[in-house]
């Protein structure tokens, strides 16, 4: 296998104990810092270069938000790898117990292309600070942030303990035959499942951060003006290639009505009027993801938008009505600039057929009354939620962020990052004496060493009371 040695030499210099101590772990992070302030403006330039991303978009996405993940753990790291005590019976109020976070070892990062600073990088930031080794295979189809990530960042972390793999399917795959100690994937489900059997070839365990039809519900009550620029920015940003952006929307026909002139008009203010010459809007990243979301243009009918330049991988913001549930659009994650309106009659109807699905990585809903939004969120199930705006909620680094379900296994972003990578040990330490108050355990038993037994040791409910 081409990549065992790389293994191999990564997993000795854990063995080592190289990568435990607070001090190597906040070097490396502050190392990450400086790649960021060091090669932001090729940052800027290989996104806009693999996706058209406006300078702002990449900034906030791909710098910006890491920059938080990476100040919240450098400010926390000392609290988090302290050991955590635990309760402890009456039994044992002599002995230490505690939980001890201990890195897994040596760890794989697969990262996709979308977001190719920040979805590898966010994770990687978790990895370091639980004290792992780490290889970071980024993605082969955002080719330039690919090539700068894999010649810049081998240059500011330790080569002994971190690096970067690069390749397409067949490198990946032989990547995978290797045994790690933890697999961190961000990617679409069907390939989630290669790596998950993978991995379960040497039971190692897995985060897989996936995606789906994330969907929007908005109710008759709202202001249409917000709603129309909150959903547009979140379903456009990035040319649609979010794994959270809203999926589709779900609103009455009195509803898409009032929506339509106002989406028209949000993207006209956002885009002018030819999105084509923005310089905030972005383009598909590859001819065959091009080819992908043009042929899902083909489902219900355009009400805006709708142009495409194969040339410049170019699909304008686009919102389509009279969609059906069976349509090729509703049956696929769509990863782009395209919005479909699925007309229900009420919320109890937009629940049901959220719920009718695969439970989605995100679920937005929009309404004035705070009711009908905390109905749709203790009536569904998703990843995560987030009422009456999109994206939002990945910027907080105290909330965690993963799927659900067909959606993805797992979770990160700021202290649950350090979690997802730290195995929680569990340690009792007990001293050599005392050995009399060992006697009621031994051989030969008696109802009296058991009723000892029960009465130092037991877990009482807290409203229990005893009648003396």
């Keep these: 296998n081409p ?4 293994v191999s030499h990564l997993r000795a210099s854990w063995l080592s104990g190289k990568t435990r101590p607070m001090e190597y772990r906040i070097a490396q992070l502050e190392a990450l810092g400086h790649f960021l302030d060091d090669k932001k403006q090729q940052i800027l330039e290989a996104t806009a270069s693999d996706l058209g991303k406006a300078p702002f978009e990449a900034e906030l996405s791909e710098i910006f938000l890491c920059k938080n993940e990476l100040h919240e753990t450098l400010n926390n790291l000392s609290r988090w790898m302290k050991d955590e005590q635990v309760d402890r019976t009456l039994a044992m109020q002599l002995d230490s117990a505690f939980i001890r976070k201990e890195p897994y070892g040596v760890v794989l990062i697969i990262a996709p292309w979308n977001y190719p600073i920040h979805l590898f990088l966010v994770p990687l930031i978790g990895a370091i600070a639980a004290g792992n080794c780490v290889i970071v295979k980024p993605s ?4 330039k942030t690919e090539r700068l990530v894999a010649e810049a960042l081998p240059s500011y972390l330790d080569k002994d303990c971190f690096a970067v793999v690069t390749g397409g399917v067949p490198e990946t795959t032989r990547l995978l035959e290797n045994k790690f100690d933890y697999i961190f994937f961000t990617g679409i489900p069907p390939v989630g499942r290669i790596v998950m059997t993978a991995a379960a070839k040497h039971l190692t365990p897995v985060t897989l951060e996936l995606g789906g039809k994330n969907p929007c519900y908005v109710s008759d009550t709202c202001d249409v003006t917000n709603v129309a620029r909150r959903v547009a920015w979140g379903r456009f940003f990035n040319a649609g290639q979010t ?33 084509r010459e923005s310089p905030d809007f972005g383009r598909i990243v590859g001819d065959k993801q091009f080819q992908r979301v043009q042929r899902l243009l083909g489902s219900g009918r355009v009400a805006i938008g709708g142009q495409t330049d194969e040339a410049e991988r170019y699909i304008a913001p686009t919102v389509l009505v009279d969609v059906q549930p069976s349509d090729p659009i509703m049956q696929e994650e769509i990863f782009g600039p395209i919005l479909p309106i699925i007309v229900i009659a009420n919320m109890d109807e937009a629940i049901d057929f959220i719920n009718s699905r695969e439970r989605p990585l995100a679920l937005y809903a929009f309404s004035s009354n705070d009711k009908v939004v905390n109905q749709v969120l203790e009536r569904t199930s998703s990843g995560g939620f987030c009422g009456n705006d999109t994206l939002m909620h990945v910027t907080l680094t105290s909330l965690p962020f993963g799927g659900i379900g067909n959606s993805g296994l797992g979770m990160h972003h700021g202290k649950f990052s350090f979690d997802t990578f730290s195995h929680r040990r569990g340690c009792l330490k007990r001293g050599m004496g005392r050995e009399p108050l060992n006697g009621p355990r031994y051989p030969p038993y008696s109802q009296q060493k058991f009723g000892v037994i029960w009465a130092t040791s037991k877990v009482t409910r807290k409203n229990d009371c005893t009648l003396l």
């Design 3 to 6: 990549f065992a040695g790389l």
């Design 140 to 143: 082969e189809v955002s080719k």
């Design 243 to 275: 794994c959270i952006a809203p999926d589709y929307l779900l609103c009455t026909l009195e509803m898409q009505e009032k929506l339509l002139p106002a989406l028209r008009k949000a993207i006209e203010d956002f885009y002018g009027p030819n999105p």
